[in-house]
């Protein structure tokens, strides 16, 4: 498939090399220029170019961009091929996004995303987190392989969003409709917990809307506590992890 990234961050740089690697055609784009992308994120191929030149005579784009950057990417799709699936991988995080008072309110973050871009989009790889996507992926029926959930109203759009999931070393679970993918968000069982294909139906059944907002923020908090100190590093996935399974499920 042919396939533009708009998002050069930590996910966006692990899609690009392994859907690459998986046969795909990928661009890669960010905010700054394609001369600031470094050589090694186009290690396994793929192609560094403009903004509009990667959502340009494309089958799919993927946006791997923080949540209050959306609506800056409209203008980009407006014109769009009906066809041209749009997949959504960001998460609300009122700390870094700004309040945005449609999901404070209840709204569904794709939903808000769809809003914005006036158009449907998909939502996947939005529930692991970039440590653990870069290291950890495994080769389709490998024991403890990780499995996310993938949402959309389009069947059609989910089954594709769902079999470049699998591209990328995860399983992919269906998560049924938008208004549904709620369960998939910051703060719910299934977010950054690494479970497995047997295990996320039931992470995604348990999932509390009320719930999920509150212990977000004790996430967020946490990590930023940890960041504060002298000489603090980044938490690696067996911290993300251990983290998300205490205050999530």
């Not at 609300?92 to 449609?102: F, K, S, T, V």
């Not at 299934?190 to 719930?211: K, Q, S």
Request: hydrophobic letters at 45%.
């Amino acid at each position: 498939m042919n396939i533009g990234i708009v998002g050069t961050g930590n996910i966006g740089k692990t899609l690009i090399q392994r859907l690459s690697a998986a046969g795909h055609d990928v661009k890669l784009a960010n905010s700054r220029g394609p001369e600031t992308i470094m050589a090694d994120v186009l290690s396994s191929g793929g192609r560094a170019v403009t903004a509009s030149e990667a959502v340009r005579d494309v089958d799919i784009i993927i946006l791997s961009i923080p949540l209050g950057r959306i609506p800056g990417i409209a203008p980009l799709v407006a014109d769009l091929p009906s066809g041209t699936l749009i997949i959504d991988t960001s998460n609300y995080y009122p700390q870094r996004d700004g309040l945005i008072a449609a999901i404070e309110r209840g709204q569904v973050e794709s939903l808000w995303v769809a809003e914005q871009l006036g158009r449907p989009v998909a939502k996947a790889w939005n529930a692991i987190s970039a440590d653990s996507f870069a290291t950890k992926s495994k080769p389709a029926g490998s024991p403890e392989r990780i499995a996310i959930p993938v949402a959309a109203d389009s069947e059609h759009d989910r089954k594709v969003a769902m079999a470049l999931v699998e591209d990328t070393g995860l399983d992919a679970i269906d998560a049924g409709s938008l208004a549904g993918s709620w369960r998939q968000q910051p703060g719910t069982p299934c977010y950054c917990t690494d479970l497995t294909r047997d295990e996320m139906p039931g992470a995604l059944a348990v999932a509390e809307a009320a719930r999920s907002p509150k212990r977000r923020d004790l996430s967020f908090a946490a990590v930023m506590e940890r960041l504060s100190g002298s000489g603090a590093t980044n938490p690696d996935a067996a911290y993300m992890v251990r983290l998300s399974r205490a205050l999530f499920m």
